[in-house]
DNA sequence: TTTTGAAGTTTACAATATAAACATCTTCAC
DNA sequence: GTGAAGATGTTTATATTGTAAACTTCAAAA
């Protein structure tokens, strides 16, 4: 009774699913994901996922979620670690949020492959994703009200932000940088250089 | 002899199933493409691609070094077409790009989708796929020669306008902005707002 | 004309997603 | 307690798919 959730059958099976879809994804790569493998590594047969989720597809969609639960915590606790200056909590979950998607590229690139989303992607996980996007735009207007940012609309900013950063990871992620770090620059100077971009943009004081 | 690849049993099937390749991932989505669609699209028994590519990847990536090509044309034509004035160039062709990635977005999506090009994309293809990066660096270099751009490292200032304009058009087609645009913006608007700011990153005079 | 190799077909097989029927354990009404 | 009832798993079965292998056909070179 202590248990939150009592132990049936296998105990917590749904969570244990997403977990081995998880490694899997890590492992070898979104392609390498198949039920059998998930349903094995969670130690049950090849179709007791289907008790938990419709097909194949609601099981990824439930990862993605469960991925953009686990990125907003990162980002929710540099804000937090950041201190008080608005402007410092920004950048630092912006950093949270770089970090994560460069250190698990394969769980990225899910989170935001969109072939999901744009057809099966339901409501809740549409809010989920969008959660940090809603921050960010607050935060642009309290930055504006501060006198920290150049005005205008915070929506717009935040897309254009958003668009950067998450086109600069992609890239990066797929390899597609390449050809330059390995010339010039580490990837890490390319990132500040970017970010860099970004703030002189917004016109950060 | 006059015909350059002559009429053989099919006749150009390789090009054939590319093209029918592309009619599925547009129609249908990538998801939907497999192998058998393909080749009864395009006329033929289900095990003859295989005499053409070794594997559904390489059909794959040839679908996507065809889409680079596509892309590539697009782009020069509509720089030619923008008369002398180097920004001008510069512009219409982002503005090419954004057509076509905007035009097709399960295509772009394909051409973008790194798992494959990080595992099997070849030297070649990987080739195709920085052209227009390479020449958007000198473009810049020019430009800043001219005075009409900030000084800076034209390959950082590039990275940057990629990201921000991939990450643009991945988030849009991806539909992750929907909920901005249909409350106060078109998506016309967001994108000329987006093609903005990367110019006034630019410091274009 | 004969032969040969590329291009295509047929047949076969293994992996996978998923449905359906069956089994088992928890819980809840009594 | 007890005995449904329903949730959770398993087994079995099927259709789709990627791909290998053996076989066929035809253009072109010898």
Redesign the interface.
């Known amino acids: 009774m202590a248990v939150v959730k009592a132990a049936y059958h296998h105990g917590d099976l749904r969570t244990a699913l997403i977990e081995a879809a998880l490694e899997i994804i890590d492992e070898i790569?979104?392609?390498g994901l198949t039920i059998r493998k998930v349903a094995h590594r969670a130690g049950v047969s090849h179709a007791a996922p289907y008790r938990h989720f419709p097909d194949k597809d609601d099981l990824i969609l439930a990862v993605v979620e469960r991925g953009f639960e686990l990125l907003d915590e990162e980002m929710e606790r540099a804000r937090t670690a950041a201190g008080s200056d608005p402007i410092a909590q920004f950048a630092a979950s912006g950093e949270a949020y770089l970090d994560f998607a460069m250190s698990y590229p394969a769980y990225y690139?899910v989170m935001?492959?969109?072939?999901l989303?744009?057809?099966k992607g339901n409501e809740a996980l549409r809010h989920t994703?969008?959660a940090s996007f809603v921050r960010m735009i607050d935060d642009l207007r309290m930055a504006q009200d501060l006198g920290l940012v150049r005005r205008g609309?915070p929506?717009?900013q935040a897309?254009?932000i958003?668009?950067?950063?998450?086109?600069?990871v992609?890239?990066a992620?797929?390899?597609?940088?390449n050809?330059?770090y390995g010339e010039?620059?580490t990837e890490q100077q390319?990132r500040d250089?970017?970010i860099t971009?970004i703030f002189?943009?917004l016109g950060v004081n």
Chains 1, 2 share one sequence.
Request: glycine letters at 10%; a negative charge.
């Open positions: 790569g979104p392609q690139r935001f492959s969109g072939d989303l744009a057809s994703s969008e609309d929506t717009l897309i254009s958003v668009s950067t950063v998450h086109g600069f992609s890239l992620n797929d390899n597609r940088l050809h330059v010039q620059y390319v250089f970017v971009a002189e943009g």
